[in-house]
Structure formats: structure tokens, C-alpha cells
């Protein structure tokens, strides 16, 4: 790892809030480019289609990032700059939470983890939800299905992680939501990652208040905020054409 890297490490400390930059620095697939006056970073994860921008961006890293990348996190202290360098882009609030530990009982569906055989066998699964399971498998971090039968439906998995937390990632098929399935899969991980010291975080944008719900009912509580800037339809073409 090189000494930038390290540097903005020690500097941002592991708190829920920074999981996903933490994970983005930490991994050297990844592209990391620092402001000339070392006042802040963008990092990106052109695999993961994710970047986070902390402090005063380089305008330029900026451009390149979003051009790499379909998300871009921004924080209380740069969301404003992010919006004016990006003016294509949307910036929309996400609440933040953290396991506290106390934990409902699981719904009555089965769970295990599965791995890159069993997943390439999901045919029955939209393709870009099969590329995020098979990412997820490659990196090595669990993968947990929940069963309706024999069939695959709901599944949960890591996608970020620091030393002491990681970020849950779930995803249900549209004909079993709101059954029990996703709780299922995310209390099934959550108990696999409590055994390796680690504590689950969620991220629920504003304007999903279903996935908040659902962290509240699973013990979640508040733990921070930041934005996801995306790119809005009237400024597809000016991005994309600068690519």
C-alpha cells in the first residue's frame, strides 16, 4: 500500500460512516487520486461502479471519476462542492446505520452461504444482480442466500468492509419482498460476520424508506449521514461525452 493511501487511512477514522471509502482506499484495484494540496482525495472502484470524494476533490479526478463510475459518495463537508463540480449529477441524502447487536428472532426461511459454483447456477436471476453475487464471490467476502424451497430468493452479502465493520448489501427477487426473505439473509450474515469481530452497517437512501424500515425492524439505529451522487438524465450526454 502506498504512503497516500496510508496516510488518508490513519487519517479517517473507522466509523460507520466511512466504510465505504475506508474499503475503497484499502484495495489496490482501485484508483486513488489526491487533491495537489493534500486537503482531500476522490477514490474509485470502476469494478464496483462506486467512488467516494472526501475533503477539497481535484476537479479533474472529479471528472475522471464520474466518468468511471455510476455513484459517487459525497459527505456534509463537500456535498455542495461535489454538486458544483458535477452539475450533471444528483446528490440524494442516505441515513446510516449501525448494529448495536441486539437482534430479532429470524424469520422461519432457510439461509446458507454460496459460492461461485452455486452462484453461476442462479439462472433464474437478473443479470445484473448475477454480475454483483459473482463480484461479491471473487472478492472472497460470504455470500448468503435466503430459500423459498429449493429456490434462491432473497441474498445478502459484504459489500464493503474495514477492520471493525462491514456493509450490508441485499437484494430480493421482486415476488418474495416484503416475506420475511431479506431479514432472513441479512441476520444469517450478520451472525457470520459477528463471528469474525465484525458490526453490520446499513446505508438506506431517503428516498427508500422501506430499506430504513427494514434496518430499524432488524435493531438497527442511526449512526450518521452522507450523499449518493448519481448521474441525472439531462446530464448524461455532457458526461458521457467527456469520457
Known amino acids: 500500500m502506498d504512503a497516500v493511501r496510508r496516510r488518508w487511512l490513519a487519517r479517517l477514522p473507522d466509523r460507520p460512516v466511512w466504510v465505504e471509502a475506508r474499503d475503497l482506499l484499502s484495495r489496490s484495484a482501485s484508483r486513488l ?31 475522471l471519476a464520474a466518468g468511471d463510475v455510476p455513484e459517487l459518495l459525497a459527505f456534509a463537508d463537500n456535498v455542495e462542492r461535489v454538486r458544483s463540480l458535477l452539475p450533471g449529477f444528483v446528490a440524494e441524502p442516505a441515513t446510516i446505520f449501525e448494529d448495536p447487536g441486539r437482534w430479532p428472532p429470524p424469520p422461519p426461511h432457510h439461509c446458507h452461504e454460496i459460492g461461485p459454483g452455486e452462484i ?21 467476502v460470504p455470500v448468503v442466500a435466503a430459500f423459498d424451497g429449493t429456490l434462491a430468493v ?16 441485499i437484494d430480493t427477487m421482486p415476488s418474495h419482498r416484503r416475506r420475511g426473505y431479506a431479514a432472513a439473509a441479512a441476520l444469517h450474515l450478520m451472525r457470520v460476520m459477528r463471528a469474525r469481530g465484525k458490526t453490520a452497517v446499513w446505508g438506506a437512501l431517503d ?7 427494514l434496518a430499524r425492524r432488524l435493531g438497527f439505529v442511526e449512526s450518521g449521514r452522507l450523499w449518493v451522487a448519481t448521474l441525472g438524465r439531462e446530464g448524461a450526454s455532457s458526461v458521457q461525452g467527456s469520457r
Do not use: C, K, M
Not at 432473497?154 to 448489501?169: G, I, K, Q
Open 33 to 63: 487520486i489526491e487533491h495537489p494540496a493534500g486537503v482531500g482525495f476522490v477514490v474509485w472502484r470502476a469494478e464496483a461502479g462506486l467512488g467516494a470524494v472526501v475533503g477539497e476533490p481535484d476537479p479533474e479526478a472529479l471528472a
Open 120 to 140: 453461476a447456477a442462479l439462472d433464474h436471476l437478473p443479470d445484473d444482480l448475477l454480475a454483483q453475487l459473482a463480484r461479491a464471490a471473487r472478492d472472497g
Open 154 to 169: 432473497a441474498f445478502a452479502y459484504v459489500a464493503s468492509e474495514t477492520e471493525t465493520l462491514w456493509d450490508v448489501s
Open 207 to 213: 428516498d427508500n424508506p422501506a430499506s430504513a424500515n
